[in-house]
């Protein structure tokens, strides 16, 4: 079973603040966009015939709810698309499965536990809203974002691995979450949090 591991426990004000989640704005999306090109393109994480489908952020926040976190200066230095209905997810098969695409992190912050801070509040966002698991799906060469699934919970789901295009191999992975509210975290304010609506793996 997944959990939320995010430790959102007793603020220090003689520290800065910690980064949380928030739902992306319509002026982040050309932001999104070189980050998420940026990293899958220069880590060899995708096809060129993939690289317009990663900048398409506005055709994704119509199928999912984009998820940030900001550097202390405001920036985007994180991304995700959580899927809690419709077709957007592609590995999802039932109506109490949740998913999410795109996740990706500034390399210049990455080991700052950014990627586990969105995939926690992807948990979170699924389990309020009544979801029985979170299923996603991650390139063969993505090590480091299946290190984090693992960590967090996830298994494999080998019988769903898919091959969007020849030559590129897509591994499945499942969480099982609980229903109800998280012990830590506060629940999401967003008004799409509080219906089953669209806002992937890395």
């Known amino acids: 079973m997944c959990t939320s591991t995010y430790d959102f426990g007793v603020i220090d004000t003689l520290r800065p603040a910690a980064p949380s989640v928030e739902?992306?704005?319509?002026?982040d999306y050309a932001r999104i966009a070189e980050l998420t090109v940026?990293?899958?393109?220069?880590?060899?994480?995708?096809?060129?015939?993939?690289?317009?489908?990663?900048g398409d952020?506005?055709?994704?926040?119509?199928r999912s709810e984009l998820l940030v976190v900001r550097d202390d200066d405001g920036q985007v230095v994180g991304s995700v698309a959580m899927v809690l209905d419709g077709d957007?997810?592609?590995?999802?098969?039932?109506d109490d499965e949740a998913g999410f695409r795109m996740l990706v992190v500034d390399p210049a912050v990455q080991g700052r536990g950014i990627g586990e801070l969105l995939v926690t509040a992807c948990l979170d966002r699924a389990r309020?809203?009544?979801?029985?698991?979170?299923v996603i799906?991650?390139?063969?060469r993505m090590t480091a974002a299946q290190r984090l699934y693992r960590r967090l919970g996830f298994t494999r789901l080998p019988e769903?691995?898919?091959?969007?295009?020849?030559?590129?191999?897509?591994?499945?992975?499942?969480?099982d979450v609980e229903s109800g509210t998280p012990a830590k975290g506060p629940r999401p304010s967003h008004p799409s949090q509080a219906r089953s609506e669209p806002p992937d793996g890395a």
Do not use: Q
């Open 23 to 27: 739902t992306a704005l319509p002026e």
């Open 38 to 54: 940026g990293v899958y393109m220069d880590g060899d994480l995708a096809s060129a015939g993939y690289a317009a489908e990663l």
């Open 57 to 62: 952020v506005a055709g994704r926040a119509t």
């Open 88 to 94: 957007f997810a592609e590995v999802t098969e039932s």
């Open 128 to 134: 309020w809203a009544g979801k029985r698991r979170v």
């Open 137 to 140: 799906s991650t390139g063969s």
């Open 160 to 175: 769903r691995d898919w091959n969007p295009v020849p030559g590129i191999d897509l591994l499945v992975f499942t969480c």
